[in-house]
Structures are given as C-alpha cells and as structure tokens.
C-alpha cells in the first residue's frame, strides 16, 4: 500500500503536467475546463493531504491506547 508521501508526490506530478497543458493548450475552452474540472479539485485534495501529513509529523494521529475505533474496523475486515 502506498504511503500518504507517495500518494502526494504521484499527485503532484499530475498537478505539473495539468498546469503545463493548460499554460500551453491553444484551446483556451481545454484549458479553462481542465483548470476547472479537474486541476482545481487535484489542488485541493494535495492541500489536504498535506495537511494530513503534517499532522501525521506532529504526532496527531499517534495511537494512545484509547481508542477501540480502529480496533473495531479492523475486526470487520
């Protein structure tokens, strides 16, 4: 499974090439739908995530021994 890291560099990735395709499309009807549909929403999940991944450093998602939530869907599976 992939880490949080690698999920955000592959996403990254695909924000550099969305952002070349648009700065260079002729289209300017391409462009505007892929920043629109598709480059806009690449953009928030990669803040997101790294908002996660800063948590994850700072040690917010630790576990404690307190919580059986993980411990029960772990079980379901």
Known sequence: MATLKEIYAQL???????????ENDASSNK???????????I??????LD??????NAGVYEDDG????LEDFEDSW
């Open 51 to 56: 908002g996660i991944i800063d948590d994850e």
């Open 12 to 22: 990254d990735v695909l924000v550099t090439e969305l952002e070349d395709i648009v």
């Open 43 to 48: 953009e928030t999940a990669v803040s997101n």
């Open 31 to 41: 462009a505007s739908d892929i920043q629109k549909d598709v480059l806009d929403h």
């Open 66 to 69: 307190g919580s059986e939530f």
